[in-house]
């Protein structure tokens, strides 16, 4: 009788080993099934959002009601490609994950929620997610060597000096900084080329866009890179979000909003009341700098440009500055304040935050500086200060 239970309990145990591989085939065929449970939580509605980061809406690929701190999903993707979590339409992953048709466990923890509502998801189940967890770990141990660990502790107490308004201690942490330029930019470079790297190795990897995110931009890549890297995606990293958003950034900087192309004409309300309207502006030349109260570079740089203004606007040049992603009080405060005394105008945040202008003009990142004739012809696309002083010099004489 024994030997007889002993056998029925076996086969009982294979034929569910059977079944559940019999199961996940047929998911990884078909679909996902995807189990979820929250801590702090025991009802609520739980969505899955595919990112969209070149200005359009999210879209909800799945949604589904909490029950008891529990959650299923059940459905199909067409391809692979990072997704958002969304509880409630007020707590958000920290960090997105894979979402392939495959069998998968999510476990959520509300009770540890940072000031943006932001939680860690831990992921279970997802090859894609595992190596990208993998990438991301060599990036943050390079970040986090004992070398650069002086590059952070200035930083802290740059910041501190920052947030207490110290005057004296900010320009004296301005003055050292130039001392870590030099590291940081190594820093940079070292975690840069590891991306890179793992694109180089595998171009048609969903993970691969993901894994160099935004560090494909102007403001971290030249543009030689950049027309380097770009044509190295094949197949399915070319589906991901990502990707659409590197194509888009790649059209306006090198065709559309690059040298040599014709900026948007928009009117705004100027810090007057009044209405100003770019291609109205009558001036030879035009420097149309996006900006924020809150962007220390955009202000560290004001200074600069108000010799400029000084010494070429006799000779035809007019500064249109552009506040964006910001609030009106401030943004009046810190005009007043930096006495800057040429053109400014507001630009009003759509939903995502982001100013309506600065949108159609794609600005990747603040401060965005184009200079462009009286047609709007863009001449030059970001300089730095050393090649907006060359090409003036050039066009107004010096």
């Known amino acids: 009788m024994k030997s007889k239970y002993a056998f029925l309990i076996v086969l009982s145990f294979m034929v569910s080993v059977l079944s559940a591989k019999s199961w996940q085939k047929q998911v990884q065929n078909k679909g996902y099934l995807i189990s979820g449970s929250v801590k702090g939580l025991d009802t609520g509605l739980v969505k899955i959002t595919r990112p969209d980061y070149t200005g359009g809406k999210e879209i909800v690929i799945d949604s589904m009601q909490i029950k008891n701190g529990k959650f299923t999903f059940k459905g199909k993707v067409d391809y692979v490609d990072i997704v958002n979590l969304i509880i409630d339409n007020k707590y958000i992953a920290e960090r997105g994950f894979f979402l392939d048709n495959s069998i998968m466990t999510l476990e959520i923890d509300l009770t540890k929620v940072d000031r943006t509502n932001s939680f860690n998801l831990k992921v279970t189940g997802s090859k894609y997610q595992e190596e990208f967890l993998k990438q991301t770990a060599i990036g943050e141990k390079i970040m986090a ?21 110290d005057t004296v201690l900010m320009k004296q942490y301005e003055t050292d900084s130039k001392a870590y330029e030099a590291l940081v930019n190594e820093r940079q470079s070292e975690y840069q080329n590891s991306k890179i790297n793992y694109v180089k190795m595998n171009p048609s990897s969903v993970v691969a866009p993901n894994v160099l995110g935004f560090q494909f931009s102007e403001g971290r890549m030249s543009k030689e890179q950049m ?99 910001d609030e009106e009080a401030k943004w009046r405060k810190a005009i007043m304040e930096d006495k800057t ?45 050393d090649q907006l002083d060359q090409k003036l010099a050039e066009l107004l004489g010096e």
């Open 341 to 385: 005394l040429w053109n400014h105008v507001f630009d009003p945040g759509t939903s995502r935050g982001v100013g309506k202008v600065a949108a159609t003009y794609g600005v990747p990142f603040l401060p965005t500086t184009f200079l462009i004739d009286n047609n709007g012809k863009i001449i030059l696309r970001n300089p730095t200060a």
């Open 145 to 165: 060597q004992e070398k650069y660990k002086k590059i952070d502790r200035f930083m802290d107490k740059m910041r501190a000096a920052y947030q207490a308004k």
């Open 227 to 325: 027309t380097e890297i770009y044509p190295l995606f094949q197949k399915e990293a070319k589906k991901t979000a990502m990707y659409k958003y590197y194509a888009k950034i790649y059209e306006e900087i090198f065709t559309s909003l690059g040298i040599g192309g014709t900026v948007p004409d928009f009117t705004l309300n100027t810090v007057n009341g009044a209405t100003l309207t770019l291609s109205k502006v009558n001036s030879k030349y035009k420097l149309v700098d996006f900006w924020a109260s809150w962007c220390v570079p955009c202000r560290k740089s004001f200074p600069h440009l108000s010799e400029l203004y000084k010494k070429y606007q006799s000779k035809g040049l007019e500064i249109i500055g552009i506040g964006t992603s």
